[in-house]
């Protein structure tokens, strides 16, 4: 006779419940103390000097590649750029140091004088190989080039203060960028990105930042509620479907630009941005406008797109103090329609996706910060110049 064998019956388990808040708390903690022990990892190794024994065996090693009236060129190259400043402008890579030498212009380093970097051309697909050892330099300037990715060597420039990488072929950014502690500006607009590394936030004397048109960035890392100096940020024509969490971090930020993205909605906290002052979310797929705008004291100037916008705070759109710019677009013929606070202006037919069109709309907002109210009708006009 076979006995039966009894299934246990399974017992429910009870799913605990969790504040979000108390777990965002939480969370928060963790990263500020992994930030913290990074920028103690990061000054130690400032602090070492085997990264500038490394650098220079680095150029003794180049330096017997080269032949004698090379290697004299070279060194009185690189003792004439540490008191002038370094322009690049070369045809060819073979030449890049003669003809730096040639032209670069006699601009000592005194007072607000930079020393700094420049490249320009779509002939450059990478960095002249004798950048690497100009780590005192203080601004790069690169437009306009095929180049793909940073140097390996960029964390050596510890006095880099401005990266300026506009309209490249940057795929991505090195992490090593987190070890710029002196950098205050960077612009890496219309690249190719996907991704911000976290490690950026560990720049935390950042005060201006400008990642627009890179349509593949969906997201930026939270590590970057660290940039708490930062008051200028860009992520406009990008694929952002949500404002990210780290920018309601950023304390002292007094303009953001999300325009141009996926955005349907706005956080109901955006007033934890005490400083704001412009706020630029046209071009997006808004409905309405929270409430919390008008708890901020500092905001001056908000443009919006008015086709999907439906509810707006009447403290917002009736504030004197507030320029509320609501933006309409609509095909007619070869024109399109445009109106400004209610009133309608006619301009040329809208361009692609690219920076002149956003190059005129800030200057145009330019000329609206100082006025009184908004103009009645404005239309857009190119002049050209026959010289």
């Known amino acids: 006779m076979m006995l039966e064998r009894k299934v246990p019956v399974p017992v429910p388990v009870p799913v605990p419940a969790y504040d979000v808040m108390a777990v965002r708390s939480v969370w928060e903690v963790r990263v500020s103390k992994h930030l913290l022990r990074q920028r103690k990892e990061q000054d130690r190794k400032e602090s070492s000097a085997l990264a500038r024994i490394e650098q220079q065996w680095q150029y003794f090693i180049y330096c017997k590649t080269l032949k004698t009236h090379e290697r004299n060129l070279l060194d009185t190259y690189l003792t004439r750029s540490t008191l002038h400043t370094l322009t690049e402008h070369p045809s060819n890579q073979e030449a890049d140091v003669q003809q730096a030498q040639c032209d670069s212009p006699d601009v000592s380093n005194h007072g607000d004088k930079k020393l700094l970097f420049q490249l320009h051309g779509d002939q450059w697909k990478d960095f002249p190989r004798e950048l690497q050892w100009m780590t005192y330099l203080q601004e790069w300037h690169v437009t306009d080039t095929k180049i793909q990715k940073l140097p390996d060597y960029l964390s050596c420039f510890t006095q880099l203060s401005v990266l300026e990488m506009p309209n490249n072929a940057l795929k991505e ?24 590394p976290a490690q950026l936030g560990l720049c935390d004397n950042l005060e201006r930042l400008e990642v627009c048109g890179n ?6 890392p939270f590590e970057l509620s660290g940039l708490k100096k930062l008051r200028h940020l860009d992520v406009s024509q990008n694929n952002l479907a949500s404002i990210p969490v780290c920018t309601l971090r950023m304390s002292s930020l007094q303009l953001l630009d999300l325009s141009d993205n996926m955005l349907t909605d706005l956080p109901q906290d955006m007033d934890r941005l005490q400083q704001l002052q412009t706020l630029f979310v046209h071009k997006n797929h808004l409905t309405y406008l929270p409430q919390c705008l008008t708890n901020i004291p500092t905001l001056s100037m908000v443009v919006v797109s008015g086709q999907d916008l439906s509810c707006v705070p009447t403290q917002l759109c009736s504030n004197p103090a507030i320029k509320f710019i609501r933006l309409y677009d609509s095909a007619v013929g070869d024109r399109k329609l445009t109106q400004v606070s209610g009133r309608t202006r006619t301009r040329t037919e809208e361009p692609s996706r690219d920076s002149s069109q956003k190059e005129f709309l800030e200057v145009y907002v330019d000329t609206l910060k100082d006025r009184e109210d908004v103009p009645y009708a404005t239309t857009k006009v190119s002049i050209s110049c026959l010289l």
């Open 215 to 220: 349509y593949n960035l969906c997201q930026l």
């Open 173 to 196: 950014l090195p992490a090593a960028i987190g070890q710029l502690s002196a950098l205050r500006q960077l612009n890496v607009s219309y690249n190719r990105l996907s991704a911000i």
